[in-house]
């Protein structure tokens, strides 16, 4: 999951590199509490969401599916065009990282598909905008032998 992640980091901050990019954390939740806000806007935050049991693949391989990346948008700017508390420039952020993950596919994972798009209207001084991607991975990491080097031969009598 890690390298996935990685990976996910390492595409948006290719294709975005004017957000901030890291792993959600409820980062809205904590400086809408008062907590000091200790990263720059606009940001963009990967959840990863997998509400079903792994699937057994066999031979020590899993698969998380379905398993879906939701990108938390965070935007802060008060005045567009004369109007107070007008934010549109989050549409482009959003469609940045659209672009940035429709169609990925980073290793041991199927391509990337938008499946929904979520703003969050509940907000202080700064926009939440959601964006979930469907995809799946298999993880390898138990895969048997592991390592061809410390796999114990057959017992013999």
């Given at each position: ?15 975005c ?33 997998s ?49 940035a ?40 990491s ?16």
């Amino acid at each position: 999951m890690k390298d996935f992640i990685l990976a996910l980091i390492a595409r948006l901050e290719l294709k975005c590199p004017s957000l901030h990019i890291n792993e959600w954390n409820n980062q809205l939740a904590q400086m809408n509490e008062g907590e000091q806000m200790t990263f720059p806007l606009p940001s963009a935050f990967i959840e990863i969401i997998s509400d079903t049991p792994k699937i057994q693949l066999g031979n020590g391989v899993q698969l998380y599916d379905p398993l879906t990346v939701r990108i938390h948008i965070l935007h802060e700017k008060y005045n567009e065009n004369g109007y107070f508390y007008r934010d549109l420039d989050v549409f482009d952020t959003k469609q940045d990282v659209y672009l940035a993950l429709q169609k990925f596919e980073p290793l041991n994972a199927s391509t990337f598909v938008c499946i929904s798009e979520t703003q969050d209207n509940d907000h202080t001084n700064v926009y939440h905008f959601m964006i979930d991607f469907a995809t799946n991975l298999m993880d390898f990491s138990a895969k048997e032998p592991r390592n061809p080097l410390t796999v114990q031969p057959p017992f013999t009598y």
